[in-house]
């Protein structure tokens, strides 16, 4: 079974079919830049570009970086347009695409919810973090399987400034530090969810987590276990993908 997943991030959208059955891109992504100013209307362009690339006419899952509730109404963008806040996404997207039916998703849950499916966190018991590092930091944290929607953890405070400022991609490529610099700081950001939440799994995903052999060695004394996404910077396109397959 195929279902269309896209994943709009801060600085690129990108999507493609998915074979639900292997948990994998069905075909090549495809990839645009995210627009700025990022506002709903030019995002929605971008997806649509991304689904017409494909001639897709079926269901189509959306991550978004920010609050998503009920599967449609916007609460939070922080690092995209604040003309996304209180916007019914469903309605917007399934308008620019022609009346395909579409299902939206915080970004950091649907990627966390395919790692748990077919990655890195499938089987695992107990509390999972999953953690995506780009434009900013996103978070999906999981109990025995089950999600917790919309946790943001991203946005915590971490020494006198909002955790994504200091450890994401971003903030890494913005501040020019070393890999094993950033590391460092990962770990403190780490310490401080393992304090909070004692998870037995931190899930590292988004575009570092192709980088892994760079960063992960550097990261020491935390307790749980600190493993890179098995779908690398994927799993939020599944995921999407998967929410879309069941309605949700």
Not at 31 to 59: E, M, R
Request: charged share 20%; glycine share 14%.
């Amino acid at each position: 079974m195929q279902i269309f997943g896209v994943d709009i991030g801060g600085s690129g959208i990108k999507g493609a079919p998915v074979d639900l059955d292997k948990g994998d891109l069905a075909q090549e992504r495809c990839k645009v830049l995210t627009p700025h100013p990022s506002t709903p209307d030019a995002v929605a362009d971008g997806v649509k570009q991304v689904i017409d690339h494909f001639g897709w006419t079926g269901p189509v899952g959306v991550t978004f970086p920010g609050v998503v509730t009920g599967g449609t109404t916007i609460r939070s963008a922080a690092n995209v347009d604040k003309g996304w806040i209180h916007t019914d996404a469903r309605v917007l997207l399934g308008d620019r695409l022609g009346g395909l039916p579409v299902t939206v998703v915080n970004d950091a849950d649907a990627a966390g919810v395919a790692e748990m499916h077919f990655g890195a966190g499938k089987g695992r018991r107990g509390t999972v973090v999953m953690l995506t590092f780009g434009t900013g930091i996103g978070s999906a944290v999981f109990v025995d399987g089950v999600l917790v929607p919309n946790t943001e953890l991203g946005h915590l405070e971490l020494h006198g400034h909002e955790a994504e400022k200091r450890a994401s991609s971003k903030a890494r490529e913005d501040h020019e530090l070393t890999w094993e610099h950033w590391a460092h700081r990962v770990q403190k950001y780490l310490a401080h969810l393992e304090m909070l939440f004692s998870p037995e799994l931190f899930v590292i995903g988004g575009g570092v987590s192709r980088k892994s052999e760079k960063f992960l060695s550097h990261i020491e004394g935390i307790k749980a276990e600190v493993v890179p996404a098995h779908l690398q910077n994927n799993a939020g396109i599944v995921g999407a993908a998967m929410r879309a397959a069941t309605g949700m």
